[in-house]
């Protein structure tokens, strides 16, 4: 593309070519298009994924860093930028773009959506993004450019969804007998080798699948008593250093130190507790004025829980 020899290329001169590459993006990408993708797939009947992720810089002259509270890399106190990729189905990257660091995920889907109709011609495509895209506006967009599309559900929305079809087998599964009760399910069909599958016809004019994986379901209950556990040492520390007080406990500030460990280990839907209040005979020193002795014990009652 460029007419350099591959032993000439390393990486102190890619960041040299940084500058030149970005000004030169939309014909890198279009040759890319053209050679790797619709070479390979004339028709363009192919699966399209897109997806964002971030990245920091530590200084303060990136042109489009700005801060954010989600950040990805949890470095809320760097400038971030967001990266944007479009890939084929075979995993071969042709686009990008580049996002202010506070950039919401759901807005960029529609410049997506342009880009596949004015650029690059795409009339028949099934478009794969994550729940992040997830909005009306985007679906309402992506039908109405004539595209299929594959996302999953957030959780609130799939809770609303089990409400209105409940599956009574979910409150009695366990990660023995998880892959056994499934299978024998009316209506369920293996998918691959850990998941199941479950077609509930359209749902609010959209075709919906149900899904179940029988390996993240275990992992998700492993990590989840792991969790819990890890949760229950902590109490029982807390609960040694509470009892070697030697002044009066607030009950408010043990519940808020509970509540955060909980949130912590994000626990606030699977733990509940209470706490209890009693007194313990802890000796406490006390100077004295004029006393001859450095210091001079005594027992007094100390309230906590």
């Not at 409940?166 to 892959?179: K, R, S």
């Not at 850990?194 to 179940?212: A, H, Q």
């Not at 040492?233 to 070697?244: D, S």
Request: with cysteine.
């Amino acid at each position: 593309l460029t007419g350099v020899a591959n032993d000439a290329v390393n990486e102190s001169r890619l960041y040299r070519s940084l500058p030149g590459i970005a000004s030169q993006q939309e014909r890198i990408e279009q040759h890319l298009f053209e050679t790797q993708v619709k070479s390979r797939d004339p028709q363009l009947n192919s699966l399209y994924f897109y997806d964002l992720t971030s990245s920091y810089f530590d200084g303060d002259c990136v042109e489009m860093g700005a801060y954010s509270e989600h950040s990805k890399d949890h470095r809320p106190d760097r400038l971030q930028l967001m990266l944007g990729l479009l890939i084929n189905g075979k995993g071969i990257p042709f686009s990008w773009d580049i996002f202010k660091g506070n950039q919401g995920e759901a807005p960029t889907l529609i410049g997506q959506l342009k880009k596949f109709k004015n650029r690059f011609g795409i009339a028949n495509a099934i478009l794969v993004f994550d729940r992040g895209f997830l909005s009306y506006d985007n679906l309402d967009a992506v039908e109405h450019a004539g595209y299929q599309y594959l996302t999953g559900l957030k959780s609130p929305q799939i809770e609303t969804m089990l409400m209105a079809y409940p599956q009574p087998w979910l409150l009695e599964i366990t990660t023995e007998t998880a892959e056994e009760t499934v299978s024998r399910q009316p209506g369920w069909s293996r998918f691959d080798e850990t998941s199941f599958y479950c077609s509930l016809g359209t749902v609010n004019e959209r075709k919906t699948i149900l899904l179940f994986d029988t390996d993240r379901f275990r992992r998700a209950r492993l990590s989840r008593q792991n969790r819990i556990d890890v949760f229950k040492t902590w109490v029982n520390k807390h609960n040694e250093w509470l009892a070697g007080f030697k002044k009066d406990a607030f009950r408010s500030a043990i519940e808020n130190d509970v509540n955060n460990e909980i949130e912590r280990r994000k626990l606030g839907n699977c733990v509940s507790y209470d706490l209890h209040e009693y007194t313990t005979e802890n000796e406490v020193f006390q100077r004295k004025k004029d006393n001859p002795f450095p210091s001079q014990g005594y027992m007094r009652r100390v309230r906590s829980f």
